[in-house]
């Protein structure tokens, strides 16, 4: 299963054409700014019926190819996998559909996040998780149906939140494609598949060279370590929801000052990410160890992989980095450096598995995970001050990421030599590193008197509504 979902990301960026960022830069209005329904529909109807009929052509083409395509994607040496050949067969079907249905629900939800509909675009995504997980229960420990159980899972809950986006849909769908409307969203979004399949290589490529190289059972510890970087990566993708129609938006507005809100944005991006990253740093190793109802979010075995989390974590602040810098990208419409930046993160990313595999094991996956990320982000800031300059606050930046370093190089030393041992005094301990991290901020004049004032406000509110 583990590798037909890493084929499947790749086919969720091909299936779209990039179309979701094309109907971002050219559907995102200015505050105040007026747009008739019949240019709405225009714009919407066109990269829709695209995708429509492309995903179409491809899933006939996988259902298709199928039985062709079983040995290929899923041989092992290992193992005589002649039996499961119907099951496959049927999985890759599963596969094809739920790309599909993700595929038709990709610009629908750009329209809640362009319409402000934060509520209702998070209200689907819960429920995405939700039927996925009941149904995971259900069909695997009630009917029995393995990993076959997973995909139909997956399928159920595709097709209905594709079926509650159907009134978004039909509120703007006419049965017509625009050639005007082609003309210019389809160069620009295809000039990010590229991009985006670089982007992906990244985040998917480190797991069939930790198996090529440490086996099956190792990537197993690896991806179960790899996964509880969740909560970051939740953070993350979160901000790039109401980053991109919120610059394109702003930007349109007033340019002059946009910029200083962008650079402001930024910064306590910064701050959110890197006290973030410390927190769970400190506290994942507690949660995934410590037994809740009888177990563990991480089995006994798997624990041996914990050290890679905090490089997961900071992996994923970077990420974030990329995501605000891209911002004049998208604005400027200098998207074609994108398929450069990202492809060479996926080479660093490549390159740096192959040669820290062997000499680190997983940590060196993780290692290589964070080297692209670091690549990328600078990268796409280099390109994207040429074209639009930001003047991000960076000795602010600078200072919390010199406090945020010296809290965690403090528990990394502390822990390393055994200066400190025993459970509770290790936790002790980080809990006041910690806190003095926090504190540090304040008295090194990172916050400014309103900021403080503020903060003083929101804490006797939130005290206030308890007590």
């Known amino acids: 299963s583990t590798s037909l979902y890493t084929y499947m990301s790749f086919f969720n ?17 200015a505050e105040r700014e007026q747009r008739g329904l019949e240019e709405e529909r225009r714009l919407f109807s066109t990269p829709f019926l695209l995708v429509l009929a492309f995903g179409l052509l491809l899933t006939l083409l996988a259902f298709t190819l199928a039985p062709a395509l079983v040995f290929p994607l899923f041989h092992d040496p290992k193992t005589d996998i002649t039996p499961m050949v119907p099951m496959l067969t049927r999985i890759l079907g599963y596969g094809a559909l739920i790309v599909l249905s993700d595929s038709l629900a990709v610009l629908p939800f750009a329209v809640l996040r362009l319409e402000h509909k934060a509520k209702y675009f998070a209200t689907l995504k819960f429920v995405n998780i939700a039927i996925t997980l009941t149904l995971n229960f259900v069909l695997i420990l009630g009917f029995h149906m393995e990993v ?42 295809l000039t990010n598949v590229p991009a985006y399949l670089g982007s992906m290589m990244v985040q998917v490529i480190d797991r069939p060279i930790v198996q090529a190289y440490l086996g099956l059972a190792v990537l197993g510890v690896y991806q179960a370590n790899y996964r509880m ?3 970051m990566m939740v953070f993350v993708s979160l901000f790039e929801y109401a980053w991109r129609p919120f610059f394109l938006r702003q930007a349109r507005t007033n340019d002059a000052q946009a910029r ?7 910064t306590y991006f910064m701050l959110i990410s890197l006290v973030g990253f410390l927190f769970l740093s400190f506290a994942l190793p507690y949660i995934v160890s410590t037994p809740i109802f009888g177990r563990r979010l991480l089995r006994a075995d798997y624990l041996s992989g914990l050290s890679i989390i905090p490089v997961v974590l900071f992996a994923y602040v970077f990420q974030g980095m990329y995501t605000n810098f891209i911002a004049g990208i998208y604005i400027k419409e200098h998207n074609k450096r994108l398929p450069l930046i990202t492809g060479l993160g996926a080479a660093v990313n490549i390159i740096a598995n192959l040669l820290l595999i062997p000499v680190m094991g997983i940590m060196g996956a993780a290692i290589a995970t964070l080297l692209a990320y670091m690549v990328m982000a600078y990268a796409i800031y280099r390109e994207s001050q040429k074209v639009y300059p930001i003047n991000y606050d960076w000795p602010k930046v600078g200072l919390l990421a010199l406090i945020i ?29 910690f806190g003095f991290a926090i504190a540090a901020l304040f008295v090194a004049g990172f916050f400014s008197k309103s900021e403080k004032a503020f903060l003083r406000e929101f804490v006797q509110r939130l005290v206030g509504k308890r007590a």
């Open 13 to 29: 960026v091909i299936y779209t054409l990039g179309l979701e960022a094309a109907y971002f830069r050219y559907a995102a209005r």
């Open 148 to 189: 076959e159980g997973i995909f139909i899972a997956n399928l159920i809950s595709s097709v209905t939140i594709t079926l509650l986006l159907f009134p978004t849909i039909w509120k703007l769908l006419e049965f017509k494609i625009d050639r005007a409307v082609l003309r210019k969203m389809l160069p620009f979004g």
């Open 229 to 231: 970087g969740f909560t």
């Open 260 to 266: 200083l809100l962008f650079a402001r944005v930024f």
């Open 405 to 433: 370093g010296i809290a965690y190089g403090a528990e990394r030393l502390v822990t390393l030599l055994s200066i400190i041992t025993g459970h509770w005094a290790l936790f002790s301990f980080r809990v006041l590193d």
